[in-house]
């Protein structure tokens, strides 16, 4: 009976979230809290759906849901990264409790700042898979016939091979990459879409890649086929933009919700490179 007016007051208790929004693209940005009652066994993801469903803030103000990216809702796609209490991680498994444990009666939420925002939490990530694209970060085929059983790799390999491939594109390690610097065209006047999407490409061609598609073009150069084009991906490693631009700080391991391991794999990639310039030289 005692620890019954306890318990009530715990489930009513109050906490801020602190949203920084962003009408659209191009537009200054703004702060708005909202308050929430506090509930057990919360994440991010689900303080977004409750502010969604309150549209008002702390100060009684109706406003719009704030726009936010999801979809696994269990750290897989990447799709909900964000800056939360400063550090960038996946809302859907940043807990509510340990948030307010670190910082008690508030939690604060960024877009990820080195894209440009669409709205409020959303970024525009296209420079992040346009260097998937760059560094062909995938192992082509001729056809989608039975080709039969694929060469054979040892479990040394496949262990090796793993943790580079639970990457999820999240874009977690270029958020804290010192080096990857944010690039934000704007639409002219008039330009058609296409035009602008070609230009969007070669300002991200020649920015710098970042550690996942480095990794990714480690991962799948380890591959017994994928050593077929293992040049052409090389190649475009060392291009304008590449891993010679790495200064080796080594917070893409750290924030790398994955824990994978980034540095080895810029340590594979540049022995790799230096091979391969070497190979060149001496072959003409």
Not at 4 to 28: C, N
Not at 150 to 156: D, M
Not at 180 to 190: F, I, T
Not at 203 to 228: C, E
């Given at each position: 009976?005692n620890?019954?007016?306890?318990?009530?007051?715990?489930?009513?208790?109050?906490?801020?979230?602190?949203?920084?929004?962003?009408?659209?693209?191009?537009?200054?940005s703004?702060?708005?809290?909202?308050?929430?009652?506090?509930?057990?066994?919360?994440?991010?993801?689900?303080?977004?759906?409750?502010?969604?469903?309150?549209?008002?803030?702390?100060?009684?103000?109706?406003?719009?849901?704030?726009?936010?990216?999801?979809?696994?809702?269990?750290?897989?796609?990447?799709?909900?990264?964000?800056?939360?209490?400063?550090?960038?991680?996946?809302?859907?498994?940043?807990?509510?409790?340990?948030?307010?444990?670190?910082?008690?009666?508030?939690?604060?939420?960024?877009?990820?700042?080195?894209?440009?925002?669409?709205?409020?939490?959303?970024?525009?990530?296209?420079?992040?898979?346009?260097?998937?694209?760059?560094?062909?970060?995938?192992?082509?085929?001729d056809?989608?016939?039975?080709?039969?059983?694929?060469?054979?790799?040892?479990?040394?390999?496949?262990?090796?091979?793993?943790?580079?491939?639970?990457?999820?594109?999240?874009?977690?390690?270029?958020?804290?990459c010192?080096?990857?610097?944010?690039?934000?065209?704007?639409?002219?006047?008039?330009e058609?879409?296409?035009?602008?999407?070609?230009?969007?490409?070669?300002?991200?061609?020649?920015?710098?890649?970042?550690?996942?598609?480095?990794?990714?073009?480690?991962?799948?150069?380890?591959?017994?086929?994928?050593?077929?084009?293992?040049?052409?991906?090389?190649?475009?490693?060392?291009?304008?933009?590449?891993?010679?631009?790495?200064?080796?700080?080594?917070?893409?391991?750290?924030v790398?919700?994955?824990?994978?391991?980034?540095?080895?794999?810029?340590?594979?990639?540049?022995?790799?490179?230096?091979?391969?310039?070497?190979?060149?030289?001496?072959?003409?």
């Open positions: 009976m620890q019954q007016p306890s318990f009530q007051a715990e489930m009513k208790r109050q906490f801020a979230v602190r949203v920084l929004r962003q009408d659209r693209p191009g537009l200054p703004y702060w708005q809290t909202f308050s929430l009652e506090y509930e057990s066994q919360m994440n991010v993801t689900s303080v977004l759906q409750r502010i969604a469903a309150l549209s008002q803030t702390a100060s009684g103000q109706r406003v719009a849901p704030v726009a936010y990216d999801a979809n696994c809702l269990e750290e897989v796609c990447g799709s909900c990264t964000m800056l939360i209490n400063g550090r960038v991680r996946q809302a859907c498994s940043a807990l509510v409790d340990r948030l307010l444990a670190e910082r008690p009666g508030e939690i604060e939420l960024q877009p990820m700042s080195k894209f440009p925002v669409i709205r409020d939490l959303v970024v525009d990530r296209r420079r992040l898979f346009r260097a998937l694209e760059k560094l062909q970060c995938w192992i082509p085929v056809g989608y016939y039975d080709a039969g059983p694929g060469p054979r790799q040892s479990q040394e390999q496949q262990q090796r091979a793993y943790p580079l491939s639970e990457c999820m594109s999240c874009g977690c390690c270029l958020e804290a010192p080096q990857y610097a944010k690039v934000e065209l704007e639409k002219q006047p008039g058609a879409p296409e035009h602008f999407s070609a230009r969007q490409d070669v300002a991200f061609d020649n920015a710098f890649i970042g550690a996942h598609s480095m990794s990714q073009v480690v991962l799948i150069n380890s591959h017994p086929t994928g050593q077929m084009a293992a040049g052409k991906r090389i190649d475009s490693l060392i291009a304008a933009g590449g891993i010679q631009n790495c200064g080796k700080a080594a917070n893409c391991q750290a790398c919700p994955k824990e994978i391991p980034l540095m080895t794999s810029w340590a594979r990639a540049g022995r790799a490179a230096t091979l391969h310039v070497v190979k060149k030289f001496f072959d003409g």
